[in-house]
């Protein structure tokens, strides 16, 4: 798979763009746990996802942190660009959750496609809207629903994306993504143990009824 | 004042491009306490407002409401066009807090021009991303702050818009912009006036001392 094919609008650039793409385009290697972006010191450019896995979060002052998105293999992210969008007056933080291997086109480069070239922006436009609508979705969760339907969610959906019941998690990595403290996930994960839901040891979260979890949702 | 003067790149459009929007180009007014877009109903269009004040805000399945910005004199919004970018998956609600008056650029007019024009399509992301700001920096207010300090906040800023201290707000509104139920707010004020931060009546709440207000956020 090249760069070209997780870009959809690679056929609307000009010949000049997409050679001016081709030789400024970068890839990078990311172990698992490291710092792909870190929000106040960098202006990354647009990221592509060759293989692996991104998680893109917020942190607190305090260090607190929560999950904005995540990006799997093909997915594009502009957060990791707000340089070149004015208007884009918020940091944020991505770091590899797997082995990740990434696309990079240079802010500058991605900058003078937009201005040029109306597809390109309009596609940047549909990129943020995807990630807005992440965030809404997420704001929503926070709002409306309470912590143990949200620690269900999260559960169900790292099982589907490890394609396993038995998942490799601390408490405090969920907190993580969830915005709360450890002590509150503990918790939770005791409650759903002694319902028969979960089976807890070191470092694991195993899920025993996936049915009863679906339901809490 | 008219259209083109909130409208910060009316110059870069093409003469025809001009006469598009001055042909399609509506206007309305909207009584204080009327919605002016209905998330799940409409596609609204490109909204500029004239003058007044309008809120916009998210609708839980049951009832309950959170703000999500403001929208004063000369302020554009794109979130009421949601059907011309594709990917914009969540809906919002905009009501006027003040008799207003807005203009309206139709959706497919709107989305002809982002076609058409990279300038357009440009500024339209820089709209969204103004947006999308607004809604990072309120996902923060609520992960990482306390409620206290999000009511002196909200009460700081009700006095900077209404250019006094007396503001005429039941305890239910000022909950529904904060996303939080109406006991919580009224528990709240209750504590500050009892430290004399507030003087509290009905519909009423007199800021007495905005110093102590202002340290505490």
Redesign the interface.
């Known amino acids: 798979m090249d760069f070209q094919g997780c870009f959809p609008i690679w056929n609307k650039l000009t010949p000049a763009q997409q050679e001016l793409v081709l030789n400024s385009l970068a890839t990078r290697k990311v172990s698992k746990g490291n710092i792909v972006h870190n929000g106040n010191m960098e202006c990354t450019g647009l990221l592509a996802v060759k293989y692996g896995q991104l998680r893109v979060y ?1 942190l ?3 260090g ?1 942190e ?1 999950t904005i998105c995540r990006l799997f293999d093909m997915d594009l992210c502009v957060l990791s660009a707000a340089c070149i ?6 940091e944020i933080m991505i770091e590899a959750e797997k082995d990740t291997e990434v696309w990079i086109i240079p802010p500058m480069v991605y900058k003078k496609l ?5 597809p ?3 596609y ?10 992440d ?6 969760q ?3 629903k309470s912590m143990d339907k949200r620690v269900a969610a999260f559960l169900l959906e790292e099982c589907a994306i490890e394609g396993t019941n038995t998942l490799k998690l601390t408490h405090e990595t969920i907190a993580n993504h969830l ?1 709360t403290h450890r002590e509150v996930v503990t918790r939770m994960l005791r409650y759903f143990q002694s319902d028969g839901l979960v089976a807890l040891s070191r470092g694991t979260v195993e899920i025993t009824d996936s049915k009863k979890l679906e339901a809490m949702q």
Chains 1, 2 share one sequence.
Not at 114 to 118: R, T
Not at 135 to 140: F, Q, T
């Open positions: 917020i607190s002052e305090e607190r929560i969008i004015q208007s884009l007056q918020f937009m201005e040029e070239s109306a390109v922006a309009n940047t436009n549909e990129l943020m809207a995807t990630h807005f609508s965030v809404m979705w997420l704001m929503e926070i709002m409306w915005g």
